[in-house]
């Protein structure tokens, strides 16, 4: 991210972290038993590596947490991408019945980074828990 960051500044370019938490995921573990979970989140790194671009960076953060750096990337582009996950992820609840398994994301979009990356982690976290205390299953955006 500070590599990133560096780059933006320099070439005055756009970029945004998105904020992926998976709702109700512990059902599955719960309902399926920890190796379907496990399955289920190879499935969904899957689905979030062929719903971005080449240039962007996903990661796992840990437990049901994933990340995706954008770099260079229009606010209206990473929302579709933060749709296209959305709906992929809920045809692949479909496999898991009785699952309420879903997505909420934070998106912190700067046309002009922060020099902190922690500064731009605590945004994009923010907005996935506001995203959460909406009903879940929605992309909040945090621009600045």
């Not at 962007?56 to 933060?82: K, M, N, S, T, Y």
């Not at 996950?85 to 002009?112: C, D, M, N, W």
């Amino acid at each position: 991210l500070r590599v990133e960051i560096a780059r933006s500044q320099r070439n005055g370019h756009s970029l945004c972290v998105a904020y992926i938490d998976l709702d109700d995921f512990k059902r599955i573990n719960d309902l399926f038993g920890h190796a379907s979970g496990d399955d289920a989140l190879a499935r969904i790194a899957a689905i979030v590596r062929e719903s971005i671009r080449a240039t962007d960076v996903p990661a796992r953060l840990g437990g049901d947490e994933l990340a995706v750096l954008f770099w260079d990337a229009e606010l209206d582009q990473v929302e579709e991408v933060a749709q296209r996950i959305q709906r992929s992820v809920a045809h692949l609840a479909a496999s898991y019945p009785e699952s309420t398994l879903g997505v909420s994301a934070g998106i912190a979009f700067f046309k002009t980074p922060p020099e902190d990356p922690e500064e731009i982690i605590r945004c994009a976290d923010s907005a996935m828990y506001r995203a959460k205390a909406a009903g879940k299953g929605q992309a909040v955006v945090s621009s600045l």
